[in-house]
């Protein structure tokens, strides 16, 4: 769950640091205070666009920070992308007068791709035009996916499909212009037969390449050893007798002063170290013999395979490599010369998909009778008595998503026959329904955290009520957050935040604060009488908090 977000020069909102509780939290204020500016603001820490006009006026850079306990669904990501965490993560966006754009998980840099399947992880966000996207029938078949939990077919579905038409365009290439493949077949065999005759390990250019140095240097290498090997100790002169010698020296100076041992240990530390270099050393000598016969043989080798890396254009180091791509290719060709092969694995990819997409149908349908028997009994309780909401299922043209084309379907008040949504209902059925799927799907949720962002828009009395109370018995099961302008919602919240905004200096700034009892009392009396609060309506709030 989301437990604090810091915010600093983003858009109105100089600073604010909010800490956050479990259950249903509300957050109201007037028209323009910047509630919905905390929504874009946690928005971008879980990967949405940003630009310049994201900062304050004046401001350098934007900064966002979100601090989350890791569900369980994650930790196995934030393992695999080394992103190490213990109890907490913290997500943070930065965001310069330039547009550019830095993110970090837990002070490591990210990429916005990685923010975004992280906060999949974290926060489903029901913004106020949701509503809006109901219509669409893409949204409508998400929507029934997400409530019957059937994500993990459809990518199974997906994958069927992707793999089908693989073939299939393989297939009709190969049927389209068979001349030019056998072309492009005999090129890559006489290419990958030129590669063959080299016989390139995978890692042959580095050792061969690593003993000829060695070789080729040889004598330097014999010289350069005996010469160090002289001046370490040969002599009276040499570094180890001189090391030696002060080591004594030292020895017997410690009898008089023990501050010395310091000196002592460095100097013997050192003698021990020369001791062991000259032991290598002499080692190195014994060991190291020329061997013009085998500098020949490598020569021979390295040009071989230089001419061969510069006929195909490439570099040595990428040979081995680039006879691996060409095998695969012509592995590729191979198969797809054979027609018949290829026919028989469509045919048996296209059965793969439809079983698969079968199996998707079946339990979608299964989810289109639950999910519209608990909207049409949500409906009774937001001002639809006698309304009815199912979910029609077509045959569709083999696609990703499975075969299915989805509609759903209303009937607004008793008595009448269910119609596309698009075509009946009005700006406010629609923002009810609307947040009657959103709720119901958020109870089968697996992110721990939900934010409503004025979905309550398009309502108001008894609906308003309802609905708060929908949200508080959501918060039992998530951590739920609204953005509400209703006061009958707001008072059925756990937590209340009250956003406001002051001029000053011809300068806009926001603020957030945590109310306590009384003054959520003014705050829900604000938001039921408008300007002028009277004891009436204070009242009323005391009624409503159930104070």
Not at 434 to 448: D, E, G, N, Q
Not at 525 to 535: D, Q, V, Y
């Amino acid at each position: 769950m989301l437990r604090a977000l810091h915010i600093r020069d983003f858009v109105i909102v100089s600073e604010a640091d909010i800490t956050f509780d479990s259950g249903f939290t509300v957050f109201s204020g007037e028209t323009g205070a910047g509630k919905s500016i905390l929504i874009d603001a946690l928005a971008l820490t879980l990967g949405e666009r940003a630009d310049s006009s994201v900062l304050r006026e004046g401001a350098t850079r934007a900064e966002i920070s979100a601090v989350f306990e890791i569900p369980d669904s994650l930790t196995h990501w934030l393992t695999e992308h080394d992103l190490n965490a213990d109890q907490e993560l913290v997500l943070r966006r930065v965001i310069d007068s330039q547009g550019r754009s830095r993110a970090y998980v837990n002070g490591s840099v990210v990429t916005i791709t990685q923010l975004r399947e992280i906060g999949e992880h974290l926060i489903d966000i029901h913004g106020q035009h949701a509503h809006q996207s109901l219509l669409r029938a893409d949204n409508q078949r998400e929507l029934l996916d997400a409530h019957g939990n059937l994500q993990p077919l459809r990518q199974t579905t997906s994958a069927a499909f992707k793999a089908w038409r693989a073939i299939e365009k393989q297939l009709s290439l190969s049927e389209q212009d068979a001349s030019l493949l056998a072309q492009a077949r005999e090129r890559l065999e006489w290419q990958t037969n030129e590669l063959a005759r080299l016989s390139l390990g995978p890692t042959e250019w580095a050792e061969v390449s690593s003993e000829h140095t060695r070789l080729a240097n040889g004598q330097a290498l014999l010289d350069g050893a005996a010469q160090t090997l002289a001046s370490l100790d040969e002599n009276d002169t040499s570094v180890h007798h001189q090391l030696g010698a002060a080591v004594h020296r030292i020895s017997q100076l410690l009898r008089h002063d023990p501050s010395l041992q310091t000196v002592h240990d460095s100097l013997d530390s050192a003698r021990i170290a020369v001791s062991e270099a000259v032991s290598d050393l002499n080692d190195y000598v014994s060991r190291a013999e020329l061997d013009p016969a085998r500098l020949a043989v490598l020569d021979n080798r390295l040009r071989a395979i230089f001419e061969l890396a510069r006929k195909f254009k490439t570099e040595p180091t990428d040979l081995y490599q680039f006879e691996q791509t060409l095998k695969a290719e012509l592995s590729a060709l191979q198969t797809a010369s054979d027609i018949d092969a290829l026919r028989a694995q469509s045919l048996a990819r296209r059965t793969e998909y439809e079983t698969t997409a079968k199996v998707l149908s079946a339990a979608r349908a299964k989810a289109a009778t639950d999910l519209g028997k608990q909207v049409s009994q949500a409906m009774q309780t937001l001002a639809m008595e006698g309304g009815q909401f199912t979910i029609a299922m077509h045959a569709g043209a083999p696609a990703s998503h499975g075969q299915d084309q989805i509609e759903f379907l209303v009937a607004g008040h008793g008595g009448t026959t269910p119609r596309p949504l698009a075509k009946v209902a009005s700006g406010g059925e629609l923002a009810r329904i609307s947040l009657a799927l959103s709720v119901i799907a958020s109870r089968a949720a697996r992110v721990p955290t939900l934010i409503f962002d004025e979905v309550d828009s398009g309502i108001g009395g008894a609906v308003a009520e309802v609905v708060g109370n929908l949200l508080r018995e959501l918060g039992e099961r998530h951590q739920v957050l609204c953005v509400t302008h209703l006061p009958q919602v707001a008072a059925r919240g756990q937590h209340h935040f009250q956003v406001s905004k002051q001029s000053s200096k011809g300068k806009t700034q926001s603020s957030i604060a945590l109310l306590q009892a009384p003054e959520r009392i003014e705050e829900v009396a604000r938001m039921l009488g408008g300007i002028k609060i009277t004891s009436t309506t204070r009242e009323h709030a005391k009624e409503l908090l159930q104070i």
